[in-house]
């Protein structure tokens, strides 16, 4: 235990300033550009002596993540870099394993998987989703801003891994890359083909309400915005009976209506 509570010390010691009451943010990138930063460094020298301490004990390494996240989930990004360079073919286990043990450290867990490049982004989805699917959401939108050119594959993985969170995931998802509002409608509707009977809603929600202080870009924003969301509705397979109801309530002509669908 002696040995235990000075490594914990040293640990405490070289930490940088975080708040233990807010997740730290631990930023994604390429494998190819990560780097630890000087103090996670030696963080990560402290959590390798511990690993191996745990080890001869004959703890499993799954079960010693979920220890040292749960005394110390402000080193997240240490404690998952040891973990992940001394175990890289366990990183199901290990994401598993750190979710269940600080379900609020999602992100940072996941953004260390994709950061060491332990796995394809979208299997990292899956495992991630399926262990805390109450996240489902942030995991998609934290995985796309490291990568969106597979933006549509990594959604459809989380939607068949819980459907029940499509919508917050459009939600989530489409404010994090606006650019791709099309895409991601046409392939949240096509993965949760039940959303469609909500059509009206889903387009209010995406689009919000219009304030009659809006600028002259603001309104063009959001015109752009329904027509995105038409669009890929109708790519989608959402009937023209349904997309006419709901681009009428937006003042979109049929004229208007057709000319985007076509």
Known sequence: ?????????????????VNANEPPLVRPMS?????????NQRLAQTYERMFRYYA????????????????????????????F???PSS?????????????????DIITMALN????DPADIVRVAVEAEPSYADDIVAT???????????????AVRAEPEMAQSILTKVSNEQPGQLELIVQTILEAAPALGNYIATLVGDLVGEEDSASNLAETTSRRERIEQTLRGAHRAGISYERLQ?????????DQELNRLIN
Do not use: C, W
């Open 1 to 17: 235990m002696k040995i235990i509570a000075g490594m914990l010390a040293t640990a405490l010691l070289v930490t940088t300033s």
């Open 31 to 39: 494998p190819e550009n990560y780097q630890l930063d000087e103090s």
């Open 56 to 83: 001869k004990r004959n703890f499993s390494h799954t079960r010693t993540v979920r220890v040292l996240l749960s005394n110390y989930p402000q080193h997240v990004e240490a404690i998952m870099y040891t973990a």
């Open 85 to 87: 360079d001394r175990y």
């Open 91 to 107: 990183y199901k286990h290990l994401i598993r394993a750190a979710i269940d043990a600080e379900p609020a450290f999602t992100r």
């Open 116 to 119: 060491m490049g332990v796995a």
């Open 143 to 157: 995985v796309s801003e490291q990568n969106n050119t597979h933006l549509e594959h990594l959604i459809r993985v």
């Open 245 to 253: 109801a709901v681009a009428q309530n937006y003042g979109i002509s």
